[in-house]
């Protein structure tokens, strides 16, 4: 985290960027006209990206995943203090943007480079003021790109360029202490509404572990309806067709994962029974890797990455 701070403020992410901008999303394009002031983000893990570059929102939406009661994710607020910042206004969360909040406080950009915005959302913000949508499916975008996107609208592409090598190469060198991981295939998912809930190939959080270095299992590609869905149900009477070395699952509460556990389908799903749980357990915890940023990456990924490693690990001894 201080040294994403310390990448937005050296020399070279202060060399200059002409605006205007241009940004092409999922609804056309936004011109940003000048270096924005305030900054609005809207959808998730946008506000990581803005305060990794150095710039502090005016507005961040509610997090009720992982945000504690003021909202506020502890990898934000670790950063908001290393940079000595006040925290944001914090808004409303209750599904959509809530407008009149927003433009309240009179932003000159609104980033939801991450998030599902509709196409008439995106109208109503972008009345308010520049509004950078998300590029392809809705909750897709890796983050990475997310981080360029951002860096593009702020000004600070090569901040943000800087950002994403340095991040990317401290991933591959934690990655790279943990060589098990690289010998499994894995497929990820989690008990909900009377089925298995499986993320789907194009999903964030799997794009992300494959960048890292592990191996989707080729069930989960067959198994994935084309549909441009993040995530799929797959009934209990076929979870076994979900083959995999290990069985990656995230659950707020270990009460959860324990009744997931206690089911007849899990007790004889053979990555389970080979020792091959890769359970990530506490909201703090899932909330920063699904999916990461530049910022909760340095706070979550070492815990995530020991989860995996014990798995893989043991699934090699059978």
Not at 10 to 32: I, N, R
Not at 305 to 314: N, Y
């Amino acid at each position: 985290m201080l040294l994403a701070l310390a990448v937005a403020l050296s020399p070279v992410a202060l060399h200059a960027q002409e605006f205007p901008v241009t940004l092409t999303h999922v609804y056309g394009d936004t011109v940003v006209p000048a270096a924005p002031q305030r900054v609005v983000t809207w959808g998730w893990g946008n506000e990581d990206a803005v305060i990794a570059l150095g710039v502090i929102p005016v507005g961040v939406p509610f997090q009720s995943y992982g945000g504690g009661d003021n909202g506020i994710q502890p990898w934000i607020e670790d950063a908001l203090a290393a940079a000595g910042a006040t925290a944001p206004t914090v808004l409303t969360n209750a599904g959509e943007p809530p407008f009149e909040q927003i433009a309240a406080l009179e932003p000159d950009l609104i980033i939801a480079a991450f998030s599902g915005i509709t196409e008439q959302q995106y109208e109503l913000l972008s009345g308010i003021a520049p509004t950078v949508a998300y590029s392809g499916d809705a909750y897709t975008s890796p983050w990475q790109d997310v981080t360029r996107t951002v860096g593009k609208a702020l000004g600070k592409s090569e901040a943000a360029e800087t950002l994403v090598a340095e991040t990317t190469d401290w991933l591959n060198t934690e990655f790279a202490k943990r060589p098990s991981l690289a010998k499994v295939t894995f497929a990820s998912g989690n008990d909900y509404d009377g089925s298995i809930a499986v993320y789907a190939p194009l999903d964030a959080r799997m794009k992300f572990l494959t960048d890292l270095g592990l191996t989707m299992a080729p069930s989960v590609i067959e198994l994935a309806p084309d549909d441009g869905q993040y995530i799929f149900p797959l009934s209990y009477e076929l979870f076994d067709k979900l083959t995999a070395d290990i069985f990656i699952t995230y659950y707020e509460e270990q009460s959860a994962l324990d009744n997931f556990l206690a089911q007849p389908y899990a007790k004889t799903y053979p990555p389970i029974v080979n020792g091959g749980l890769a359970a990530l357990v506490g909201t703090e915890n899932v909330a920063a890797v699904s999916p990461p940023s530049a910022l909760s990456l340095r706070w979550g990924l070492p815990t995530y990455l020991d989860v995996m490693e014990k798995a893989a690990e043991a699934v090699a001894k059978q």
